[in-house]
Every structure is written in C-alpha cells, then in structure tokens.
C-alpha cells in the first residue's frame, strides 16, 4: 500500500506537470514595462488641496517605496504576509489552508495569498477562481520572486491596493483618508490602512460598518504585535489612540463647475486619453479658501432668493485683476441638483447682461471726449426714425411696438442729467443717448478689447445693447471689469498655473500677458463714477448693498427687462467679483431689480473677500480744466455759446486764472446736446446744420416741451461780462518769509531742520507745498505753515539740495521761494 502511495503520487505529479505545460501563460518579460495608469490631479492654487482625480475608473499615484512609512509597509505585511521577506513567492501552507477552506465553505479569503501573488493577480492576470488561473497565479509568482527584489515587489503591492471606489494605492488613500504623504502615517493609521483593503466597501470609513472597520484594525495592531513589529507599549497605545478621518468631499470633487471647466480644457489641449491616463499634476489658480466662502454664501441666500423672488440658481465669479487668475466659480447653488440642471455653469453661459454692459459704452464716448460731466436729458425719448417723437409709427407697415421708446426703472424722468449721474444711477434714456454719441460698432469694439468676445451681432443690437441687447458670459463680463479694476490693462482670463507630467516636468505655465485695454484716464473715470456712492443715492439709497463704508468698491446692476437675469460685477483694485441670479430654464423671477435681488448677495460675498483680498485704494481720473470744452461737453446744458468767467470777480477769465477759479457761463438757449456737438468730432466745432443727425428732432422735441415747462428766460446775455478779471495777475502772488533756518550754513543730516512760512500781501495764505531737488515733500493747509524733517527723512539727499516752497492765497494766486540746502 505504501508502495502504491508513493506510485501514485509520481503518477499524480507526472499529470499536473504534463497539464501545467500546456497552459498558456502570460508573458513575464513584459511585466516591467506593463501599463500602470495613473491619474491626472487638479489642485488649488497652493497646490496642496486637491479638488479632483480627473480619471473616470482609477486614482492611483505611484510613490516610491524609500517614501512610503515602515509601519505602513509593516501593517501589510503582518495581515497579508507575514513570511514575506523569507518565502519565494509562495507559502506552501497557506496555499493548502486556502484549500481547505474552500472544499469546506470557509471561502478563500484566508491569507492563501503571499503579497506576490496578490501582485501577480492584479497585474497580469484576471479574478476568475479556477484551478488553472490558481496554477498561472504560483508559476509567475515563482518568477516574479526571482526577477524583483522583495522591496520592489512590495512597492508594486502598496501602490495598486484598492481602498474602495476608484481609490488604488497608498498614495490616494493616504491623502484621501488623512490628508497625508505616506511617509507621515502613524501607527494606528497604518493598521486603518492595512485593514481597508481587505473589504473596501464594506470597511469604508464613511460607511455603517465602522464597528467591523475597527474589529480589523486591532486585528492589524495584534498581528503587527504577534510578529514583532511593534512594542507592547506601541500596541497598547494604538489600541486606544483615536484616528480622525476627513471628511469626504461629497461626489469626491471641490468646486465642481470650476473642476469640469478644467477638465474640458485639459481634454480639448491634451486629448481626452492623455488627461486620464498620464498623471498630470495640475495646479490651478482656485483659491479654495475663497470658494467655501462663495459657496456658503450661496448656500446661505440660496433659499430665500428662490422663496421672495423666484430665482433658483445663482453663479459667482471672482478674478484677480492684476493677473487674470481665476480665484472661485459656482456655476449654479448646487451641481449636483440634478431637477434644477445644477451642473450646467451658469458662469459660462451667455445671457443678456442688463444695465452690466453700460460702463463699456460710457467708456467708449469718454475715450472720444466726452465727460463725467457731460449733460444729456432724461425725458420720454423715441430712438426709432420710422415712428415720430411722440412714438407714432410714420409708415403704414410700421407698428407701434415697432417704436423704440425705453423707460427708467421707475419709470420717472429727470431732466438734465450729467454722465455720472446716468451711470451711477443706472438711467436707461441718457444711456441710449451716449451710445448714440459713442457708437454701436466702436462700444462694442472697447468690450472686445476688454475680453469680451461673444457680442458679434451689432445689427441685431441696435441701441438696444446699451441696455443688454447682446449677450455676454458672467466670466467675460467679470473679467472685463476687471480691466476698469487694472487701470485698463487686461491680463487674459485664466484657470491654469501649471501643467506637470508625472515626472514632474512642466508641460505648460502660467505667464502674464498684460495688454492695454482701456486709456488708464477712462477706466479712472468708470471706477470714480461706479464707486461714488453720492451720484449713486438717489436711486439706491445711501447705505445700500453696494456701498462699503470702509473699502473703494466700484459695482454696477443689471436687470434685463423681463427679469430673468439679474446681476451684480463690481470690484477693487485686487479682485474682482461677478453674481447672476436667474433661471436655468429662462423662466421669468418676480419683479424686481438686481439691488433688491442679487446685490445683498454680492455684497455678503464681498465682505467675505475683503477680508483675504484688501481693497486698497482706487487712483482718481486726473483734474481736467472742462472750460476748454463746449457748454454741454463741460456739463452746461443751458446754452452752447459759452464765456469763461474768473469766479473771483465775476469777470471774463484769464490766462492766469486757475482752473479751480474758472467757470462756464452760456447765453441762455436750451436745446439737445445733437445742437451744439457732431458726436462724431465732440471736442470740434459745432454742426452747421444739426438737424440733419436722423436723431435730431427725435431728442430735440421733448427737450423743447420741457423747457416750455422750466419758464426758463432764453436769450439773456446781462450776465456776460465784458470786462477782464485783475485778481490773478503774475504778479499778484504771495510774498513768500521762511524763518527758523539758515539756508546760508551746512547743516548736519541726523540735524532736525524746523522752519515757517508766512506772506506779505492782500490775501492770505491757503497751503505751501515742498519740494527738494524737484520732488514733492509736503503740503501744509493751514496756518502754521510750518516744515520739520532731518536729511535722514528725505531719500536721495546731496551735499547740495535745492529747495522749493510754492505758496498760494485764498484765490490761489502762486509764488515760489527758492534756497539751496547745503548737507556735510
């Protein structure tokens, strides 16, 4: 019988080996060059948080095994292997209590695996459970063993483990878990990490199953023990030290439509395939810390805006308009609202901006000559030249809807208005009015210049654009405020910083491309008039949502004429914020403009972003002498033929009269501003035959009517004088007296000089200003007119400086006093 034992094995053993040789075995040698996808990483502007693993089916980063914590590599081993380090690739006796198990329904979850053989089934072959695949899976663990060292075989292990989902890897799981490299990992995280993987969904963190999750755990702490990895002191200490888990980011991604912008834009420049599969380490210009606040700003008003106004969605953009850099996107309350298309970015869509638009036409006739002080009426207005200035149609196939003939808000009308004053206060009909005076095709050029790309239909707009006939994207619109923000130079919109391959070379970067926009003086006169809360006031009030006592903040509304999109875009000189709020579906909100429905919104936003982005302060437009321009250019609407009068004496103005002093007076003749300017040469002469401008008596009419209504006496010339003014004269300026120093004697530099101003003359003394070696120092405005300062507190001091006080009087006649400051 023994004999036929032994026979029999042989035999036994003869038939495998004959069967063995005839199964097809995968090709070992291509085991180092197998495909090991790995996953393209968008991160925040710090490059630190990560708001999304872009590959569809695996997140896996491969980290090299001298970066991956001993206990984690101890913790695998003492659950998965315990001889891993002495066997060849197999353990006989495991193999054999796999067996068993299986023949006796324990299943084959039983350690019958070496950490090899775990590789080789996840690299080279499929899960199927047979007998063959089980004799495929010994055979190329046997070669695997032979051709890797046991530390590379573990690396291979330790990176291809999955954690449940689309999570493989030590890497993943490491930041995702615990927001942590793998070489930081405690011990009690180690044994979490270890215990995962042997049922991912069932011991997930984030699961119900966290008693079983913790059973596992001490049974990785306890075997880590039983072999030796660890002390008694150790194990008794992980046992009990409690491990914090992340909370998982719902759907695993931050800033969702900004993530899928991102996407998109990698898969349109790298091609689809190479985004999912190349690693690429993205780092994007999101300030995350911004974002949470304009989500839970969203989320907070959410509700209420959808209960009181019928607007259920709202989107955000905020930009940096010094680089163009995106700083937070939400494209609608919530992505993942899918009743509502939540993940349809409201950001990115085009809608027509209501009022939003205007500063781009402002900005076109400022640049043509026209002012913050310009006058034009605000009176019930036609634009249509088929239909008369009342509105009546003048052709038989020409309705009366036909008419073009927009309403204020309010529906009230003011009369004679300035430019600031109709942009501040959002006034349709002197809006209309400088558009005409601008130009469709040269307004929408400037928007263009500013980044705004997508109106391209100046024919379909007509007069209408000023009032949001076209249609922008929040994103363009935002970033084209920020080029008011800038200064007028636009820097490029952009969502990227950099681009790196997964060996950490750079495939694309950010580089600034600054361009000149808007002239630096019309983007200065924009900001002034959106931050000036004054002009502002009779419309909104004097302490609405758009004023910030303590910050310069420029911001404009927009309300499209049926309400179904409000908006809000305003900025600082360091960020600039947009918000709309309307409905995916373009069904109308209830009634009601942007500063009732968005504007609370914004500003809760903004003072959030205040706080991490300081305003700074704006750069005021330069003073300009508007007396060298014609009447209603310079804000006198009451006539166009003009006198300048020095306003010190009442008497016609000279060329020594300050700016401060002169002023426009006209001979009483009230007419439209088409009277007195061409619109296309504003700073010209004025038109020989005006009414041959098609809008002539379309504007000329109800200005007409409403200066019957004013008893306005026209015609009047008593008030023009006919004499010069003699109060500013080159001679008639202060006679300057500094005393309490002795320009005549070197003075030391750490010597603290201390000397007075006075005057001897007719008028006294208003400010002094100083100046060494030509740059200004100081201005003093009012008596003592008095200067302290050592040579150390002045930059550029020389042996010999030369000093300049310029001293002017209570009608600003100026004199100057000059010295030379002699420094050992």
Known sequence: MILLGIASCFVLSGVILIWASFITIPDFNNFSDRKVVESTKIYDRTGKILLYDVHDDVKRTIVPFEEISPYVKEAAIAVEDASFYSNYGIDPKSILRAIIADITGAGLRQGGSTITQQVVKKTLLTDEKTITRKIKEIILSLKLGQAYTKDQILAIYLNEIPYGGNVYGIGEASKMFFGKEPKDIT????????????????????????????????FVLKRMHTVGFITDAEYESALTTKVEFLP??????????????????????????????????????????????????????????????????????????????????????????????????????HRQPGSTIKPFVYATAFNKGYQPETTL????????????????????????????????????????????????????????????????????????????????????????LVLGGGEVSLMELTGGYGVFANDGVRNPTTSILKVEDKNGNTVEGFSAAPEDAIPAETARKITSILSDNVARTPEFGSNSALYFPENDVAVKTGTTNDYRDVWTVGYTPNIAVGMWAGNNDNSKMQKNIAGMIIAPVWHAFMEEALKLYPGGSFTPPDQVDLTSFPAPIAGVWQGGEKYVIDTSSGNLATANTPIEFKKIVVVPSVHTILQWVNRLDPLGPAPLNPQNDSQYSLWETPVREWVATQKIAEGDRSKIPTQYDTNHNPGSGPNLVVSGIDFAIPHSSTERLLFTVTSVGSKPLSKVEFYINGQFVEKVTEAPFSFSFTGEDVLGLLPSNDITLVGYDSILNKSEYTAKLLIN
């Open 187 to 218: 011990l009690p995280e180690s044994a979490y990490l270890a215990a995962i993987p042997n049922a991912p969904t069932h011991l997930s963190p984030y699961g119900n199953n966290l008693g079983d999750l913790e059973d596992r755990k001490n």
């Open 248 to 349: 998982r980011e719902p759907r695993g991604m931050k800033a969702p439509h900004f993530v899928v912008s991102i996407k998109e834009y990698l898969a349109d420049k790298y091609g689809d395939l190479a985004v999912e599969e190349n690693g690429y380490r993205v780092t994007t210009t999101l300030d995350y810390e911004l974002q949470k606040k304009a989500e839970e700003v969203i989320e907070k008003f959410g509700p209420d805006v959808e209960k009181n106004f019928e607007a259920k969605n709202m989107g955000l953009v905020a930009i940096d308009p010094r680089t163009g850099q995106v700083l937070a996107m939400v494209g609608s309350r919530d992505y993942f609202d899918v009743a509502n298309e939540g993940n349809f970015n409201v950001t990115l869509a």
């Open 377 to 464: 009426f605000d009176l019930r207005t036609n634009f249509s030249t088929n239909c008369d200035a009342k509105g009546v149609p003048m052709y038989p196939n020409i309705k009366p809807e036909d008419c073009y003939m927009p309403e204020n808000y309010d529906g009230k009308y003011r009369g004679p208005v300035t430019l600031r004053e109709a942009l501040a206060q959002s006034l349709n009909v002197p809006s209309v009015k400088t558009l005409y005076l601008a130009g469709i095709k040269d307004s929408i050029e400037t928007a263009k210049k500013a980044g705004i790309t997508s109106l391209t239909d100046p024919a379909r707009y007509g007069l209408t």
